[in-house]
C-alpha cells in the first residue's frame, strides 16, 4: 500500500482494545474468512451503503450499527463490534456524532472522517447549543463531500482500485446533483407559507438551508431531553403562529410528543423520515438515495396537504 496523505491515512492495525470483545473473537469458533478483499468498517448504515456504492466488488463493508439504530452515543454490542474485527480501513462520520467510537479504538488508531471538509452548522439551542450539527449527509450537496472523502480513503486502501473508485464516485456525485436539484424544485413549489419543516430532532439544517426550508424542532439532538413540556409548547406555538399543515419524526425516536403537537394544532402527522438509519433492504430507504428522496417526497407531500 503507498503511503497516505496524513489527513487521510486510514489504516486500522488494531480495531478495538476490549478484553471482553478480544475474549470472545478468541472464543466464538468462527472460521477465518476466505474472503481476501480489503474490509472496510462504518459507524452507520449510510456510510456503509456510500462505501458499498463507491468500492463496488473491490471492497467488503459492514456497518457496526445495525438498521434502526440511533447513533448518537451508541453503545456497540460484542455482536457489533466481532462483525467489523480485523477491518483494514475505518469510516466514521464525525462532527461529534459517532464520538462513541474512540472508546473502543486503541490509542493512536486512525480512520477516514467522511465529513471532514463540510463547513459545520452550530446547533443552536438545547445542551449542545453551540455544537456542529453533525447531520450533514442529510443535505445532498455535502453528500457530495462524503463521496470524495470515501473515494480518497479507498484509493489509499486499494491504489489498484482508484480509477474505479472514482469513475462510480462521479457518477454517484451527478446523482446527487440531480436529487438536490428536485429538492429544491419541489420546495420552490410549496406556497411560501408552507415552506416549514418540523421534525422531532433538529436534524435537518443542511437540507433546510440548502433547499430554503424553515427548520422547526422539538429538540435538537437526540442525546438531550426529548419531548420536555417546554420543548412541547414551544413548538405548538410555532406550529400555530406559522399555519404549519404537517409536522414530522424520524425512525430512530418515539413519535408521541410530536402527536401531541399534532392534536393541539390541527397539523397533520405527515408520516416517517429517515436520518440516521437506513432500512432493511426490501424496505422504504434500503439505499442513501433513496432516504434522501423519501424524505423529499414526504415533506412535499404533507406541506402541500396532497
Request: with cysteine; proline share 7%; hydrophobic share 40%.
Given at each position: 500500500m503507498t503511503k497516505a496523505r496524513p489527513t487521510h491515512r486510514r489504516?486500522?492495525?488494531?480495531?478495538?482494545?476490549?478484553?471482553?470483545?478480544?475474549?470472545?473473537?478468541?472464543?466464538?469458533?468462527?472460521?477465518?474468512?476466505?474472503?481476501?478483499?480489503?474490509?472496510?468498517?462504518?459507524?452507520f448504515t449510510i456510510l456503509a451503503d456510500m462505501t458499498e456504492r463507491i468500492g463496488g466488488d473491490r471492497v467488503r463493508v459492514a456497518s457496526i450499527t445495525q438498521v434502526g439504530a440511533d447513533i448518537h452515543q451508541y453503545e456497540?454490542?460484542?455482536?457489533?463490534?466481532?462483525?467489523?474485527?480485523?477491518?483494514?480501513?475505518?469510516?466514521?462520520?464525525?462532527?461529534?456524532?459517532?464520538?462513541?467510537?474512540?472508546?473502543?479504538?486503541?490509542?493512536?488508531?486512525?480512520?477516514?472522517?467522511?465529513?471532514?471538509?463540510?463547513?459545520?452548522?452550530?446547533?443552536?439551542?438545547?445542551?449542545?447549543?453551540?455544537?456542529?450539527?453533525?447531520?450533514?449527509?442529510?443535505?445532498?450537496?455535502e453528500g457530495k463531500t462524503y463521496v470524495r472523502n470515501i473515494t480518497a480513503a479507498l484509493s489509499e486502501l486499494d491504489p489498484d482500485g482508484a480509477a474505479e473508485f472514482r469513475h462510480r464516485a462521479a457518477e454517484y456525485e451527478a446523482e446527487l446533483d440531480a436529487v438536490q436539484e428536485r429538492a429544491a424544485r419541489s420546495v420552490?413549489?410549496?406556497p411560501p407559507d408552507h415552506r416549514a419543516l418540523v421534525t422531532c430532532e433538529g436534524a435537518?439544517?443542511?437540507?433546510?438551508?440548502?433547499?430554503?426550508?424553515?427548520?422547526?424542532?422539538?429538540?435538537?439532538?437526540?442525546?438531550?431531553?426529548?419531548?420536555?413540556?417546554?420543548?412541547v409548547t414551544s413548538l405548538i406555538d410555532a406550529v400555530r403562529d406559522q399555519q404549519i399543515p404537517a409536522v414530522f419524526c424520524e425512525s430512530t425516536v418515539s413519535d408521541t410528543a410530536?402527536?401531541?403537537?399534532?392534536?393541539?394544532?390541527?397539523?397533520e402527522m405527515g408520516g416517517t423520515l429517515y436520518v440516521d438509519s437506513l432500512s432493511e433492504p426490501d424496505g422504504e430507504v434500503p439505499s442513501y438515495i433513496a432516504l434522501i428522496e423519501h424524505d423529499i417526497d414526504l415533506i412535499t407531500k404533507g406541506l402541500t396537504g396532497s
Open positions: 489504516t486500522l492495525a488494531a480495531l478495538l482494545s476490549l478484553p471482553l470483545f478480544l475474549s470472545a473473537c478468541a472464543n466464538s469458533g468462527s472460521e477465518p474468512s476466505e474472503d481476501d478483499r480489503p474490509l472496510v468498517a462504518t459507524t456497540p454490542t460484542t455482536g457489533d463490534l466481532k462483525r467489523v474485527a480485523g477491518a483494514d480501513l475505518l469510516i466514521s462520520n464525525g462532527l461529534g456524532v459517532d464520538d462513541w467510537l474512540t472508546r473502543f479504538l486503541q490509542s493512536g488508531a486512525e480512520h477516514a472522517v467522511a465529513a471532514e471538509g463540510v463547513a459545520p452548522i452550530p446547533i443552536v439551542s438545547g445542551e449542545y447549543e453551540g455544537r456542529p450539527n453533525p447531520h450533514a449527509w442529510i443535505s445532498p450537496r420552490e413549489s410549496l435537518f439544517s443542511y437540507l433546510a438551508r440548502d433547499v430554503g426550508l424553515d427548520e422547526h424542532y422539538l429538540w435538537a439532538v437526540n442525546t438531550e431531553g426529548q419531548g420536555t413540556p417546554q420543548q410530536m402527536r401531541q403537537v399534532a392534536r393541539a394544532t390541527g397539523a
